[in-house]
C-alpha cells in the first residue's frame, strides 16, 4: 500500500510551533528589576527550562543575582506582551540589536503591567498573570555557538489565581486555564479541549467549567 507524501521541504527562519509565552522577572545590579518576554520555555517536573539569547538582560542578571521569577500570561494580555517585545534592559543596547530594539529601564510600566511582592525571591510577580513561578536559576548551559543559553530553573512557590484552581485541590484547571501561545510569531490561545492524557488527575474539566 503506498500513499501520496503531501509534505514539502522547507526552510523556516524560525521554529516556533506554538510554545508558551512566559514573562521573566529578574534583578539589575542597581536593585531595580528587569522584565522580559520569552517563547522557549518547557517544564519537567519542578524545574523550567529557558531558551535565552545571549546578549539579552535576563541572561546576565541571572549569572549573578539567580532569583527570578517566571509569569505566564493568559491570552488576552497579549498586546502588552508585545508592547515589551521591542524593549530591552541593556544599557547600552547590544549592537545586534540596535536595528530593532530601544532600552527601557520600567518595563512594567511600558506594557501596562503591576508588580506584585514575591515570597521567596527578590525579583516581583506580573499581577495580572494567572500563574506565577517564583524560582531559582541552578544551571546554565551555552548553545547555538554562544547565542543562548539553557537555563535550569527550580521552582520554588506556584502561586495560581484562584480562578483556575480546581476548588478543594492543587491542582490546576485545564479547562479554566489558558496559556498565550507564541506561534510561529503569531499570538493564539488554546482551542476548546479534546480530550485528556491516560495520566491526568483532572479529567472532568469540561463538566466543572461549563
Same mark, same amino acid.
Given at each position: 500500500?503506498?500513499? %501520496? ?19 521573566? %522577572?529578574?534583578? !539589575? ?25 545571549? &546578549?539579552?538582560?535576563?541572561?546576565? !542578571?541571572? /549569572? ?15 498586546? =502588552? ?17 540596535? /536595528?530593532?530594539?530601544?532600552? &527601557? ?48 530553573? &527550580? ?7 484562584? =480562578? ?18 507564541? !506561534? ?6 488554546? %482551542?476548546? &479541549? ?12 469540561? /463538566?466543572? %467549567?461549563?
Amino acid at each position: 500500500m503506498t500513499t %501520496t507524501d503531501t509534505h514539502r521541504v522547507i526552510r523556516p527562519s524560525i521554529l516556533y510551533f506554538g510554545t508558551p509565552v512566559a514573562l521573566l %522577572t529578574t534583578e !539589575n545590579a542597581s536593585g531595580t528589576f528587569n522584565l522580559a518576554p520569552v517563547s522557549s520555555a518547557w517544564a519537567l517536573g519542578q524545574r523550567v527550562v529557558l531558551g535565552l539569547g545571549s &546578549e539579552g538582560r535576563t541572561v546576565r !542578571n541571572l /549569572a549573578e543575582r539567580p532569583e527570578l521569577v517566571i509569569s505566564l500570561p493568559s491570552p488576552e494580555l497579549w498586546e =502588552r506582551v508585545e508592547r515589551l517585545a521591542p524593549l530591552t534592559g541593556a544599557d547600552p543596547v547590544p549592537e545586534a540589536k540596535r /536595528a530593532a530594539y530601544r532600552y &527601557e529601564p520600567d518595563k512594567f510600566s511600558a506594557a501596562g503591567l503591576t508588580p506584585r511582592p514575591s515570597h521567596l525571591v527578590r525579583p516581583p510577580r506580573v499581577a495580572e498573570a494567572p500563574l506565577q513561578l517564583e524560582a531559582r536559576a541552578v544551571a546554565s548551559t551555552p548553545g547555538g555557538g554562544g547565542s543562548f543559553y539553557s537555563v535550569e530553573c &527550580e521552582v520554588l512557590r506556584v502561586h495560581a489565581d484562584e =480562578r483556575i484552581v480546581v476548588p478543594g485541590t492543587q491542582h490546576v484547571d485545564p479547562g479554566a486555564w489558558s496559556p498565550l501561545i507564541y !506561534n510561529f510569531r503569531h499570538y493564539h490561545g488554546l %482551542t476548546p &479541549e479534546l480530550g485528556h492524557g491516560f495520566r491526568s488527575e483532572t479529567p472532568r474539566t469540561t /463538566a466543572r %467549567t461549563g
